[in-house]
Structure formats: C-alpha cells, structure tokens
C-alpha cells in the first residue's frame, strides 16, 4: 500500500523456507542453488565476505519476492559463530509480468519486528523502478554476541538484470550498495554485492 508521502507500507509474508531462527537460515536454504558473485558486509569497522554456501531462495503470491544469502565461512552455522547475509528483494507481480527486466532500485527501506512477523515500509526515489517494492539487507548468527537490530533504515541503490522471468523461474545479476545498519542478529553497517542467481520456486 502507497500512502499521500509516496511511502510504501507492508507486512511481510513469512517465507515458508526461510526460518526467522537465525540457527535455521542456511540450513532451510540447501535445496537451493548455489551462486557467483560477491556480497559482503562491514563488522567492526572492516569489510567481511559472505561468499561460502552462496544459495537464493525465490517466492511468489501476491508480491514476488528474492532472497539471496550467503555465509562468511565454509562451516554449518549451527555449529559455530559463523554468520550470514541476506538480501531481501520484493517485486509487484502484475507489474513485473514475464519476460527479460532491468530494475533500477533506489530507495530507503524501513524493516522492522512486529509481534507476528516483519513489516517493510520502502520510500522509493524517483528513479526506483515501479516493479521494485523494496530492498533490504538482513544478517543472522548462531548465538548473537551483540544486540539485535530489529528497528532499522536502509539507503539502497543499485539494479537487478532479469534475464529469465517466469511466474517460477528467475535468473540474472545484481549490483547493490546499502548504507545504513543491517536488520537482525550480529548487525552490520553497510553492505555491497555484486551477484549472480537462478531461482526457482
């Protein structure tokens, strides 16, 4: 939903495969393919890669909805301190139609914890394409050592090239930049990516 300020306000759907357990997230995503390309998040004041168990995840009802995550070691996350990173991305699925697409994605995202699930409110920047309802980086961790951030503003820019899109079926790359902190456990500040992915549903 659009309100007069040109904010756009939504719950959001659970993923059924995506667990909000941070203990479950990678593991939920095994069936998924694996991916190329870059993603990292600043910690502490470095830059950290989560490119081991590189996976995307695609859904689909009445918003289409990527998911591409990816680990910073090569370890069971459940079985030590290793955290993951997650792009979220949500589309318009009647805009979004079938057919090759290039989205340009600019906008702030505000994510935040609900007492049944989270909720996206995306103000988008004139050049933001239509189709795109929001972005949004999201980390988790076995055993958070530090505070949760579920109350949180993003600034994304970027764009996402679909070369195949079906009602099932997505491939294509995408370049993000996220400044701001990341949502969830084991937070970060900023995030970039530079990804390749083929998911289905």
Known sequence: MQT????????IHPLRRLSSAPVALLLLLAACGAEDGTLRVIRDGEWKDFDHQRRSELS???????????????????EDMARSACIHVVMDKALLGTGPRTLEIAGTSYVKKTETSRAYTFKPRVENSPELKAAWVQTSCFKPPDPVSLDVMQVVNGRLVLEENSAT?????????????????????????????????
């Open 4 to 11: 007069r300020d040109g904010m756009r306000s939504n719950p």
């Open 60 to 78: 689909a009802d009445e918003e289409t909805r990527l998911v591409l995550c990816g680990s910073d070691t090569g370890r069971n996350l459940a």
């Open 169 to 201: 079926h997505l491939r294509g790359r995408m370049r993000l930049k996220m400044e701001g902190v990341t949502y969830g456990p084991c937070y970060g500040g900023g995030a970039e990516a530079e990804l390749d992915f083929n998911a289905s549903l």
